[in-house]
């Protein structure tokens, strides 16, 4: 995955815009509105907030934190500091920039969306992303974002394609929404626990 940076993500945040690190109940509805959502295109920083007060940076292949922005099908854009990555909730952190690259690559390659929102046992920010039935890949964040982009980055949007393309993946997504909803109960079931989020 190329690194970028662009308009849309930390020159709003440098301008002002507040990162959210705590995980209130305004928040949680706010991040819910994206579960479901395709990702289209991620970013991933060389560098991460993270490691903002240490005296030397870790070394790329010893890294577990990140910060990234996400591009989502309907436009928003959920950005992520001192993020770290897992294969499921009982495994290490993806360890190493090019094996945390590699795994946020294959979100997009293979069409994934952010599953779940969810919550670890310390009351972090937890997302999940993957399919309805099978999460790929579980993602703590510490601090996170969330606004709208106007347009992808050049590197993304040569391996997405055009507007219309970007167009066409929310469409799709709409469609498989609605098929999903008539044809199983299990999400609407899901929304009506007590707590209508994940515990990692």
Do not use: C
């Amino acid at each position: 995955m190329e690194e970028t940076m662009n308009p849309n993500g930390r020159d709003h945040q440098e301008e002002g815009e507040e990162i959210q690190t705590e995980l209130t109940s305004e928040a949680m509805e706010r991040l819910q509105l994206l579960r479901g959502q395709k990702v289209v295109g991620i970013s991933l920083y060389g560098d991460s907030i993270a490691y903002d007060e240490e005296e030397e940076m870790e070394e790329e292949t010893e890294r577990i934190f990140f910060d990234a922005e996400l591009y989502l099908a309907d436009q928003s854009l959920l950005a992520l500091y001192g993020a770290s990555a897992y294969a499921d909730a009982d495994a290490p952190p993806i360890t190493g920039l090019d094996a945390i690259s590699d795994a946020l690559s294959e979100i997009t390659e293979e069409d994934e969306m952010l599953s779940e929102v969810g919550q670890d046992e310390e009351g972090g920010l937890v997302l999940a992303f993957g399919s309805r039935h099978h999460n790929k890949l579980l993602v703590a964040v510490s601090g996170w974002t969330v606004d709208h982009w106007e347009e992808l980055p050049a590197d993304l949007t040569e391996e997405v394609g055009d507007e219309e393309e970007v167009d066409e993946l929310e469409e799709d997504w709409e469609d498989e929404e609605e098929e999903d909803y008539d044809e199983e109960d299990d999400w609407e079931d899901d929304e009506e626990e007590e707590d209508d989020y994940g515990r990692y």
